[in-house]
């Protein structure tokens, strides 16, 4: 099982690794959008804006990083049909986009940061917050890329599946952040912290109970 | 839903219920509210929208659950019927709702979580609609679309119970605006409303009967 698992990542990486376009395309993105808001809102960003911009950021970063999780499984699929249970190609797949969108994060917020600035009054809960939010966001997407690799019209569907299905981690983490962005505490953020992570186990035990059926489809 | 689509005794008590709210839901007494007045009176008709919503998308989805345990197409048919009659329901209290707000709040969509809520809800459906839609193969587009259901379905909990609690809504009952129960008004409006709930919710699923019947038949002449 771990053995399968630790393939299945490695072969992600390598794709990755090899055709390195992707991943280059989603740096070159990070940064061309961050310029654009950059010079949209210099001079009047408020400590809220700066939030929900920073959020909405995150929102399509992941949405382009993920998208491509089950799009370029295509001509492989068959392949390892056979050979793996689907349940172990999901849990692969949610850890290596897990990881893979906590990459990304990290990069886009040190590119925002530079010059957008770092206005966050708490900010080891607001990393916490971000971690946990990108978790939902990553798995949400990932399963929501399974569905819309069956269709013909796939970035669009995945736009049109996505958006909805996400909103409710996107509120409540977008809510979070900006209390801590002015000031608030982890104690005033704690009952939401923990809606928010509910919502993360619901999302990862359905797409593990429901990726089978779309897999064999 | 096999056991409504046998039975008839039930769709006599939704005409017999109906008939009571509309005579009662527009004739009866109805305590004066400050801003409210007359047009407590939605109540009969909106929210009752919001319960056969929920319902049908409730039954909409333990169809899909059913579709992907057995693999039998009238599954399908039905959770996705039903989920049709469900998003009609959710624009119907939508447009009730907008109306009501105009007299009330001023104007038709003044950014209440409520409101808010319920139209990404519904836009979760449009979606599944639009997914069913793009794929051709009848196997394929059940399956599919049924795990989007299910998930869908488990993303609308969330996003109609417990976010709008995060802030206060302008919806009576909510945030300090006088409510329905907090009055505890007359026992008219009361036995009105739950008959109202129960009445729409039924012609709710006679629609979805007819509907399912209908898709069934044409699914016959097919094969």
């Given at each position: 099982m771990l053995k399968q698992l630790?393939?299945?990542?490695?072969?992600?990486?390598?794709?990755?690794?090899?055709?390195?376009?992707?991943?280059?395309?989603?740096?070159?993105?990070?940064?061309?959008?961050?310029?654009?808001?950059?010079?949209?809102?210099?001079?009047?960003?408020?400590?809220?804006?700066?939030?929900?911009?920073?959020?909405?950021?995150?929102l399509f970063i992941s949405i382009n990083a993920?998208?491509?999780?089950?799009?370029?499984?295509?001509?492989?699929?068959?392949?390892?049909?056979?050979?793996?249970?689907?349940?172990?190609?999901?849990?692969?797949?949610?850890?290596?986009?897990?990881?893979?969108?906590?990459?990304?994060?990290?990069?886009?917020?040190?590119?925002?940061?530079?010059?957008?600035?770092f206005p966050v009054a708490t900010s080891g809960p607001f990393f916490l917050n971000l971690i946990i939010g990108s978790i939902g966001l990553s798995s949400a997407f990932t399963m929501v890329s399974s569905i819309s690799s069956k269709t013909n019209n796939n970035a669009v569907m995945m736009a049109i599946l996505g958006f909805p299905v996400i909103i409710p981690i996107l509120i409540l983490s977008i809510n979070n952040s900006q209390i801590l962005v002015l000031g608030g505490s982890l104690a005033d953020i704690s009952t939401n912290l923990i809606t928010l992570l509910s919502v993360n186990v619901i999302i990862i035990a359905l797409s593990f109970i429901l990726f089978p059926f779309t897999w064999k489809s | 839903m096999n056991y409504l689509m046998r039975t008839k005794w039930w769709k006599w008590l939704t005409m017999a219920l109906l008939v009571y709210v509309v005579i009662g839901g527009f004739?009866?007494?109805?305590?004066?509210?400050?801003?409210?007045?007359?047009?407590?009176?939605?109540?009969?008709?909106?929210?009752?929208?919001?319960?056969g919503m929920l319902f049908l998308f409730v039954a909409s989805v333990v169809h899909a659950i059913k579709y992907l345990s057995s693999g039998k197409i009238e599954n399908d048919i039905m959770s996705n019927q039903l989920a049709i009659v469900g998003t009609l329901f959710g624009i119907l209290g939508m447009l009730t709702g907008m109306f009501w707000a105009t007299f009330t709040w001023?104007?038709?969509?003044?950014?209440?979580?409520?409101?808010?809520?319920?139209?990404?809800?519904?836009?979760?459906?449009?979606?599944?609609?639009?997914?069913?839609?793009?794929?051709?193969?009848?196997?394929?587009?059940?399956?599919?679309?049924?795990?989007?259901?299910?998930?869908?379905?488990?993303?609308?909990?969330?996003?109609?119970?417990?976010?709008?609690?995060?802030?206060?809504?302008?919806?009576?009952?909510n945030g300090g605006n006088p409510?329905?129960?907090?009055?505890?008004?007359?026992?008219?409006?009361?036995?009105?409303?739950?008959?109202?709930?129960?009445?729409?919710?039924?012609?709710?699923?006679?629609?979805?009967?007819?509907k399912i019947r209908y898709k069934l038949l044409l699914e016959k002449i097919d094969d």
């Open positions: 630790q393939w299945l990542i490695l072969k992600d990486l390598r794709i990755d690794w090899r055709t390195k376009y992707p991943a280059a395309g989603i740096l070159l993105y990070i940064t061309s959008l961050i310029i654009t808001s950059y010079l949209a809102f210099t001079g009047f960003i408020e400590r809220e804006t700066w939030n929900a911009l920073f959020w909405l950021i995150l993920v998208a491509k999780s089950f799009a370029q499984e295509d001509d492989r699929s068959a392949y390892y049909f056979y050979l793996i249970k689907p349940s172990r190609i999901i849990v692969a797949k949610l850890i290596y986009y897990g990881v893979y969108q906590l990459l990304l994060i990290s990069v886009a917020l040190s590119v925002f940061s530079l010059f957008l600035g | 004739l009866f007494p109805v305590p004066r509210l400050p801003i409210l007045n007359e047009t407590i009176r939605v109540l009969h008709f909106h929210v009752p929208m919001w319960f001023g104007e038709p969509w003044s950014s209440d979580p409520k409101q808010n809520a319920s139209a990404i809800g519904l836009l979760i459906y449009f979606a599944y609609f639009i997914l069913r839609g793009s794929i051709q193969d009848e196997q394929q587009k059940a399956k599919v679309s049924a795990v989007y259901n299910i998930f869908a379905f488990a993303a609308l909990v969330p996003l109609l119970f417990i976010l709008p609690r995060l802030t206060d809504s302008l919806h009576p009952g409510g329905f129960n907090a009055y505890d008004l007359d026992s008219n409006l009361r036995k009105v409303f739950y008959t109202a709930v129960i009445g729409w919710t039924l012609l709710g699923f006679w629609i979805a009967t007819i």
